[in-house]
């Protein structure tokens, strides 16, 4: 069964350093999400990129994040200068279909900042 | 903001009585998913409900869309200890292309 796969399992890094997460989403899905968790939350909502683009994003994804869809297979979240509140697990997500449709998860990144 | 509120926050049930998370939208919904997830795991797609007061079944689990389109609930019958884990619903955002997550139901299952 197809799957979203996600790498690294886990990032340890210092405050201040960029930081690049990796996705590669089911091979057919058209629409991509990233979100984050913060131990024992809820699991939030950062930004959904479609058609190459981004199509919303969140309130925290502010001007530390970007988005990329840099070949075609792989899904990419960058942060440019982490925060110890970065500090989350960070799911990517992906769907074939905007809505009415449901999204297949990857096993997540476990960000740590120092 | 849109907000999606969930209760209880957590649940401990004994094995094989049943419970209930209920899931409230600040906003109507065009449609409702349900999520599980596992301790240590990622969310895992249960069901999707679009028609108001829709009733659907998977098993243990029935869900309800409320005639409203502005709540939900998930109802395991019998739980055993694979039903361990957090149940979130979730709804579109206000745009077309993000889901609101709820705050989640904890649910442990003692054996």
């Known amino acids: 069964e197809p799957e979203v796969t996600q790498t690294p399992s886990h990032q340890v890094t210092q405050m201040g350093q960029e930081v690049i997460l990796r996705c590669v989403p089911i091979?057919?899905?058209?629409?991509f999400y990233w979100y984050r968790q913060i131990l024992g939350q809820k699991v939030e909502f950062l930004v959904s990129?479609?058609?190459?683009?981004?199509?919303?994003k969140s309130e925290i994804f502010d001007d530390q994040f970007s988005v990329e869809r840099p070949d075609g297979s792989n899904f990419t979240l960058k942060i440019r200068s982490t925060k110890l509140e970065d500090s989350a697990m960070y799911f990517c997500?992906?769907?074939?279909?905007?809505?009415?449709?449901?999204?297949?998860f990857g096993p997540g990144t476990r960000l740590t900042v120092l | 903001g849109q907000q999606v509120m969930q209760i209880p926050q957590y649940q401990h049930v004994q094995e094989g009585e049943d419970f209930t998370t209920y899931c409230n939208s600040s906003?109507?919904?065009?449609?409702i998913q349900w999520y599980k997830q596992r301790p240590g795991g990622h969310p895992v797609f249960l069901i999707q409900?679009?028609?108001?007061?829709e009733v659907k079944k998977q098993k243990r689990l029935t869900f309800q869309f409320g005639e409203a389109k502005k709540n939900s609930s998930l109802h395991i019958t019998a739980t055993q200890t694979t039903d361990v884990g957090t149940y979130f619903c979730?709804?579109?955002?206000?745009?077309?292309?993000?889901?609101?997550f709820g705050t989640g139901t904890r649910l442990k299952v003692l054996a």
């Open positions: 997500a992906s769907s074939g279909r905007v809505i009415d449709n449901e999204q297949f």
């Open positions: 091979s057919n899905h058209l629409y």
């Open positions: 990129f479609y058609n190459n683009e981004i199509s919303e």
């Open positions: 906003t109507t919904l065009s449609n």
């Open positions: 409900l679009v028609k108001s007061g």
């Open positions: 979730a709804g579109p955002g206000t745009g077309t292309y993000k889901y609101i």
